[in-house]
Structures are given as structure tokens and as C-alpha cells.
């Protein structure tokens, strides 16, 4: 089991930066692959980045490619989503999730078993 918090949430302006953090509990964070998904108004829950339990691989949905960049730091059990050049569009609650490379060898696929509780972030235009 593992608990996840996001943190890094805010306002920002249209073309500003904002960096999220997703801290995990346990000792065993690189067991886990890592996802981040965001949920705007009205729209159900999309994929954003996702980032194997090594770090060795990354895959981006393509509306934040170029944009975005996900990172992890498995001595800190801390996972990274690196938001450049915000758009209004990129409003919406950021989440992450993690899947155990036990049950998932592939870390493509976006069914994830542990959610964090998702922090806010607002481009203004």
C-alpha cells in the first residue's frame, strides 16, 4: 500500500511555469510506476504523463508534449510534473496515482490502484 500527497497547486498566469510534487509514504516508492492525471470542469479525468518505476521511460499525452515533464526522485519517494508555458486550458486538479510494477510490467495503460487527494491549479489568461 502507498499514500500519495500532491503539493505545488496555484494560480498562475498564461504562459507561467508552476512544478507539482507527489510525495509517496513506504519505503518501496521504486516499486511503483507514476501517473499524473488532471480533471477540469465538466470534462472527465485525462492522462497527462506517466513515468516508469525506474525513470527510465516517460510517455506524455499529446496536448501537454513539449510542455510538461515528469520526473522522479526514488531516494526522496517524490515524484515531479514540470508545467511550462500554462495555458487556460491546462486549468484543472492535478493528481497522482501509482501502479505496482509487480501487477503492471508495462507502465503504459492508465488503470492505477493509488490516488492521491489532488491539488488545484488555475491559469488565468
Known amino acids: 500500500q502507498v499514500q500519495l500527497v500532491e503539493s505545488g497547486g496555484g494560480l498562475v498566469q498564461a504562459g507561467g511555469s508552476l512544478r507539482l510534487s507527489c510525495a509517496a509514504s513506504?519505503?518501496?516508492?521504486?516499486?511503483?510506476?507514476m501517473g499524473w492525471f488532471r480533471q477540469a470542469p465538466g470534462k472527465e479525468r485525462e492522462f497527462v504523463a506517466a513515468?516508469?518505476?525506474?525513470?527510465?521511460?516517460?510517455h506524455y499525452a499529446d496536448s501537454v508534449k513539449g510542455r510538461f515533464t515528469i520526473s522522479r526522485d526514488n531516494a526522496k519517494n517524490t515524484v515531479y510534473l514540470q508545467m511550462n508555458s500554462l495555458k487556460p486550458e491546462d486549468t484543472a486538479v492535478y493528481s497522482c496515482?501509482?501502479?505496482?510494477?509487480?501487477?503492471?510490467?508495462?507502465?503504459?495503460?492508465?488503470?492505477?490502484?493509488?490516488w492521491g487527494q489532488g491539488t488545484q491549479v488555475t491559469v488565468s489568461s
Open positions: 513515468i516508469n518505476w525506474s525513470g527510465g521511460s516517460t
Open positions: 513506504g519505503r518501496t516508492f521504486s516499486s511503483y510506476h
Open positions: 496515482a501509482a501502479k505496482s510494477k509487480l501487477l503492471y510490467v508495462n507502465f503504459l495503460g492508465n488503470r492505477y490502484d493509488y
